[in-house]
């Protein structure tokens, strides 16, 4: 069974900068496409960004390009998100989750087999 476990959210200002990281265990992590998702309260979840098993393909929202950057280490089974330039509307619960079709990025949160519990990104004004 995979698990997935997030860490790195907390409270920062505007501007500021935080990283996240997921560890992953139990699975075939080099193979999976890796993704972030985020729900702030009220709202659906969304995808913030992915990246595929080569690591040549990743996948931004159109909000954060430019100021996040997904990453994976395959030998450490950990994939990372790093967030620069934080506005108060990237507030959420970020979650960390794996998609076991070979190859490919799906944007849909329905696609996505396994989740980790989630981290709280808050950023003040």
């Known amino acids: 069974q995979v698990q997935l476990v997030e860490s790195g959210g907390g409270l920062v200002q505007a501007g500021g900068s935080l990283r996240l990281s997921c560890a992953a265990s139990?699975?075939?992590?080099?193979?999976?496409?890796m993704a972030w998702f985020r729900q702030a309260p009220g709202k659906e979840r969304g995808i913030v960004a992915a990246?595929?098993?080569?690591?040549?393909?990743?996948y931004y929202a159109d909000s954060v390009k430019g100021r996040f950057t997904i990453s994976r280490d395959n030998g450490k089974n950990t994939v990372y998100l790093q967030m620069n330039n934080l506005k108060p509307e990237d507030t959420a619960v970020y979650y960390c989750?794996?998609?076991?079709?070979?190859?490919?990025?799906?944007?849909?949160?329905?696609?996505?087999?396994?989740w980790g519990q989630g981290t709280q990104v808050t950023v003040s004004s």
């Open positions: 990246i595929s098993w080569s690591v040549g393909g990743t």
């Open positions: 989750s794996a998609d076991k079709a070979y190859g490919l990025i799906r944007r849909g949160p329905n696609a996505y087999d396994y």
């Open positions: 139990g699975g075939t992590f080099s193979m999976y496409t």
